[in-house]
């Protein structure tokens, strides 16, 4: 890993809330079902269906999803606020089981081919008026992305089956097909 690099292991989360303001943040099944066996909600009170037009995020990327209404992105439900589970202290209010891809960031890293770290990088998704003061293991930021792609390749694969089908259905036809 380059020299100029280590300086990000430092990175101290300021608590603004504007990455929980801001982006969509995308889930998976499994993030699903860990913050609904935390709320107790239904799926469809989790998640919401994204147009392209809402999101930046390119159509030759994973994760959209052919239904009858066109191509959509499955993410946390938002309010005019942001995410639903940002809480009045800008803090998450189901940290614990939050999914994976809010556990990685505000990293991004791209892993080589022999497990080795490419790239280390803070996203610049939103405007973060972050410290470096911190302390971040290399390690724990590597195994934050496994299991992110751990969780994320199984949906993908699931999407694929989803869209073998001839005929797409709706919101709710997808949540059932997810288990739901």
Same mark, same amino acid.
């Given at each position: @890993?380059?020299?100029? $690099?280590?300086?990000?292991?430092?990175?101290?989360? =300021?608590? !603004?809330?504007? !990455?929980?303001?801001?982006?969509?943040?995308?889930? =998976?099944?499994?993030?699903?079902?860990?913050?609904?066996?935390? =709320? +107790?909600?239904?799926?469809?009170?989790?998640?919401?269906? #994204?147009?392209?037009?809402?999101?930046?995020?390119?159509?030759?990327?994973?994760? $959209?999803?052919? %239904?009858?209404?066109?191509?959509?992105? @499955? +993410?946390?439900?938002? /309010?005019?606020? +942001? !995410?639903?589970?940002?809480?009045? &202290? &800008?803090?998450?209010?189901?940290?614990?089981?939050?999914?994976? =891809? !809010?556990?990685? #960031?505000?990293?991004?890293?791209?892993?080589?081919?022999?497990?080795?770290?490419?790239? %280390?990088?803070?996203?610049?998704?939103?405007?973060?008026? #972050?410290? %470096?003061?911190?302390?971040?293991?290399? /390690?724990?930021? *590597?195994? @934050?992305?496994? $299991?992110?792609? *751990?969780?994320?390749?199984?949906?993908?694969?699931?999407?694929?089956? $989803?869209?073998?089908? *001839?005929?797409? +259905?709706?919101?709710?036809?997808?949540?059932?097909?997810?288990?739901?």
């Amino acid at each position: @890993m380059a020299e100029s $690099w280590k300086e990000l292991l430092n990175f101290r989360c =300021t608590c !603004c809330g504007n !990455c929980c303001r801001e982006p969509i943040v995308l889930v =998976t099944d499994e993030d699903i079902r860990r913050v609904q066996a935390h =709320t +107790g909600q239904p799926a469809h009170e989790i998640v919401d269906f #994204y147009k392209p037009r809402e999101i930046a995020w390119e159509k030759d990327q994973p994760g $959209w999803i052919k %239904l009858k209404s066109g191509r959509r992105i @499955m +993410g946390l439900k938002r /309010t005019e606020e +942001g !995410c639903q589970y940002l809480g009045d &202290d &800008d803090l998450c209010s189901i940290y614990e089981h939050r999914p994976v =891809t !809010c556990r990685r #960031y505000p990293f991004d890293l791209e892993i080589a081919d022999d497990g080795n770290i490419e790239l %280390l990088s803070i996203s610049q998704s939103v405007e973060c008026p #972050y410290e %470096l003061d911190g302390e971040n293991n290399l /390690t724990e930021i *590597k195994a @934050m992305a496994d $299991w992110e792609e *751990k969780e994320e390749n199984p949906y993908f694969e699931k999407l694929e089956q $989803w869209h073998e089908q *001839k005929k797409p +259905g709706g919101k709710k036809k997808f949540l059932k097909f997810l288990g739901f």
